[in-house]
DNA sequence: AGTTGACTTAAAGTTAACTTGAAGTTATAT
DNA sequence: ATATAACTTCAAGTTAACTTTAAGTCAACT
């Protein structure tokens, strides 16, 4: 039997989150079925986690809040709406693809960058003529 | 001889960005010398044109504006603070490594749930027995 | 019994990154 | 010459995604 049952606190832990973000997301439509104790508090279940990891996914793809719930709320509505999902996962799918690339694209500039500033502080220690950007790019 | 001064409204186009945002890029300290015509109006060199590049460059592995205006103060005073700069390089460059490791997480997330939700329509179509998404996890 | 600490709500506040509006000047087209 | 379009400044407004605050309840320790 694996523990099924979480306080805030636990799951503010285990996804870094602070508390009021979690009932921000609740709030939101993000976080639904949270159940109470006798005394008010939340109680997160497995299907919580799961859904905050989820979340954690779609927001490194880019994803708005508003998006997120729009798309919770077509997967709730087992009903028709599979069109819609795809549509919305395809969209985001190709989205994610350029970010990729931009983002490789960045990452190759960064370290071009690194490397002529390594080598500036190599030279300027060395008393070596300075390199040029231009020579990097 | 190649062209070498640009309108904002061609800076705009350029990059698609509103010319209020280019606006707001100089009042920023991000775009530096710009000139004006006879009657005020902003003229854009290659060296902008290149400084927008790697603004979009550096956006897109996540840096803040803050971060930009500091990193090309950085790189104006030439003088020092080198170790400055390599040392924002590096922070950036692994900041962008788990990002990009998480987008490609997440890109993997999404080609799931499509292949889950286009089984779904599959089945539905026809009549076939509904996939669980437990099997494509 | 009292204090400390974790929780609760609802509303107001914050931050980043623009964006829009108002009011004015200049340039272009008819 | 006159309308319209493109620019200008400066200040105020917007949006997303939280975050903080105030005021209260409840549980746990000493």
Same mark, same amino acid.
């Not at 523990?3 to 709030?27: C, G, H, V």
């Not at 071009?112 to 060395?126: D, L, M, P, R, T």
């Given at each position: 039997m694996t523990q099924d049952n979480f306080t805030i606190k636990q799951i503010s832990a285990l996804f870094d989150l602070p508390a009021s973000t979690l009932r921000y997301y609740e709030e939101l439509g %993000? %976080?639904?079925?949270?159940e109470r104790t006798s005394s008010n508090q939340r109680i997160y279940h497995q299907n919580h986690v799961e859904r905050l990891n989820a979340i954690q996914c779609f927001k490194d793809a880019g994803m708005s809040i508003q998006e997120l719930v729009r798309f919770f709320q077509y997967e709730k509505d087992e009903a028709g709406s599979i069109d819609d999902i795809l549509n919305l996962l395809q969209t985001r799918k190709e989205l994610v693809e350029t970010q990729l690339s931009n983002m490789k694209k960045s990452y190759k500039h960064l370290q071009k960058k690194i490397k002529f500033y390594s080598a500036i502080k190599e030279a300027k220690i060395n008393n070596k003529p300075i390199p040029k950007w231009d020579d990097y790019k």
């Amino acid at each position: 039997m694996t523990q099924d049952n979480f306080t805030i606190k636990q799951i503010s832990a285990l996804f870094d989150l602070p508390a009021s973000t979690l009932r921000y997301y609740e709030e939101l439509g %993000l %976080l639904e079925g949270v159940e109470r104790t006798s005394s008010n508090q939340r109680i997160y279940h497995q299907n919580h986690v799961e859904r905050l990891n989820a979340i954690q996914c779609f927001k490194d793809a880019g994803m708005s809040i508003q998006e997120l719930v729009r798309f919770f709320q077509y997967e709730k509505d087992e009903a028709g709406s599979i069109d819609d999902i795809l549509n919305l996962l395809q969209t985001r799918k190709e989205l994610v693809e350029t970010q990729l690339s931009n983002m490789k694209k960045s990452y190759k500039h960064l370290q071009k960058k690194i490397k002529f500033y390594s080598a500036i502080k190599e030279a300027k220690i060395n008393n070596k003529p300075i390199p040029k950007w231009d020579d990097y790019k």
